[in-house]
């Protein structure tokens, strides 16, 4: 994996290119369970070298040892033609691997990615879905002042002097 790290790090496309052309496996993991497509996001490599991992076979379906996919990570990092690209694949904006119960809505909610929320929600994303401890994507919005998304959300006790950030 130390040699996925380097390139990743130097988010150089076309010594990854070579690397797979060698033989590298793209589904290579470190100890804690995150796969090379994983780290890429993680160290914020470019989307063509995203893609370039999808392509040569990069698991799009995988998740570390705490239950965050792949999709979880593209959400993260505001990989919005990732995330695109994956719901065109029939990735379930509904699924989540995690303990906690915690989705793909609440991460976009958390992260304020305002264009990536509009997309889950066009795609079948349900407000309604609770964590472990029954909170909702809503409940996320209203904890961290988010407006924005409250409004995307299309929470009805939303007001407009809550004092809530503008930002997202």
Partial sequence: ???WIELLENNDYIG????LQDGADVNDANEQ?????????????????????????AD???FDEEGVGIFDVAITYNYIEVVRYFLTKNIDPNQT?????FT??????CYGREEILKMLLENG????????????????ARKMKKKNMLKLLNDEDTQKDMGFSEEV
């Fill in 1 to 3: 994996m130390n040699r």
């Fill in 16 to 19: 990854v290119k070579r690397y």
């Fill in 33 to 57: 369970g995150e796969s090379v497509l994983y780290n890429a996001m993680k160290l914020r490599c470019d989307e063509d070298l995203i893609f370039l991992l999808i392509e040569n076979g």
């Fill in 60 to 62: 799009i379906y995988d």
């Fill in 97 to 101: 691997n995690r303990k906690s119960q």
């Fill in 104 to 109: 793909p809505l609440m991460a976009a909610v």
């Fill in 125 to 140: 994303a349900d407000k309604e879905l609770q964590d472990f401890k029954g909170f909702k994507a809503v409940d996320f």
